[in-house]
């Protein structure tokens, strides 16, 4: 059994930030779950690591490349983990100075994560104090005056 | 300029029924614009009388045809109308039993809509109570467990 | 019976303005019952003209009297009327340029009301679009930072 | 400087279940700070160990002394600790087969902490899914049907 260290946690990020399939499957379980909180277009459960991968692309794509995760600490248990991320960022399209919930995103995210054999094969977001709120405004399917938006 | 007449709604919601577009045109506007409450993935306004009609075909295959209106009253006024109906439907798939707010709406809809020369241009949904949650909770891109439906 | 007409529904809202009771209870029913949308701590049904009046009150204090309501549309039927209010307001202590949804309240609200004998029995305030959302944010029992205030 | 362990985590818990204020104080620090998420009427910041211990009595009273945590995992970190616990409670006064939302909690719960000497100095809530949801109409001021529950 591998040990989960916050150096793996670490290591975990790293590999997912880089885009790098061959690094990311040292971490992340071909069977990965993962739950995503609201509900907004993007809520749910993703069942395996490519519709993971799609996710982040798909939030990646919505916020114009502006999505951002700053962790702030991290914690381990028995086979598994958790980290608190400060999460930025905007819709893409919306003015840069916009600080309407429907655009602007700058809050905390917790992850909690199991992880089996050295890899994460579960996750969940969650949110604090009534961020899950602004969580679902900001991936609501329309602009601040509703007007829908294509994916 | 054609009075909002009680007879003119009931007489839309039968051609919007009917599902023939020549009637349906006599009483929506091409340039019809129609807002859908929350922000769940139909959420946000439908900007001409094909978007809102292509919103009706997916609301039906989201509830397998079991999306039922009833009208309760009708009241009108200078160039607009508001009606309260009783909507009731299951999502598509859901144990006919279900009581879940996922899966069962059974609720006050108010629907209010401005009308220019007879013919509906604006339509807005509006919820009673806490039905706005549930609304949201019915729409919402996943089952009661967390699984993502397919569109 | 008395007829439901724009007028009568005018001089209800004159009544309520006015604060004086020997008005109001010539268009509001002593066991009037108003349901207030949302889950936040002013939400539910109000059971009782003067349950109602203190509702108007609380609402009046936590605005610090900013509270407003422009009526643009009525609308009656039988025994009914709705109409179409644009609400703005500040919570109290807020500071003047805040847009935060917590502190800032400027959208439409419609309510609903079922009369008999010329006097309102029952009222629904509701929401469009996402407002059921803003407007629970609003009465969230915290500022933007979520310090609980005092009610 | 105490190192937060498992160990202290699961001693601060058995401290604030015994209700025996010189136990808790070992672990609580005073001027301890709270997050409740939502935007419901128990939503938002408690600030001092006095007014966490108000909250708890609160929500005891409000569910009728159902309310239970059962922990599942606890990870830590510097000065910090993570634990996720199912809760489940019922609404006093509630039906014992309710399964309302409004009256009916059982779901994972995501606590958060910051420790300092020992003690928690601060403490998040947080949900997954769309828990956060459901979280708001349990703590709603209101019945199913919306009658409001005096406190």
């Not at 983990?81 to 840069?96: F, I, K, M, W, Y």
């Amino acid at each position: 059994m591998t040990k989960v260290t916050r150096e793996r946690v670490e290591a975990a990020y790293r590999a997912l930030g880089s885009g790098d399939r061959d690094k990311i499957v040292e971490y992340y379980a071909e069977d990965l779950r993962w739950l995503v909180p609201g509900n907004h277009p993007l809520a749910g459960w993703y069942e395996s690591l490519d519709a993971f991968l799609d996710l982040m692309a798909r939030a990646g794509k919505l916020t114009g490349g502006s999505f951002t995760m700053d962790r702030e600490v991290i914690m381990v248990g028995d086979d598994c983990s958790a980290d608190v991320c400060r999460n930025r960022g905007l819709r893409a399209g919306a003015p840069e100075d916009s600080r309407s919930p429907y655009e602007r995103m700058d809050y905390m995210v917790f992850h909690f994560m199991r992880w089996r054999d050295g890899r994460i094969v579960e996750g969940h977001d969650g949110l604090f104090g009534d961020d899950a709120t602004l969580f679902s405004q900001f991936w609501a399917p329309f602009a601040p005056d509703g007007t829908r938006i294509a994916d």
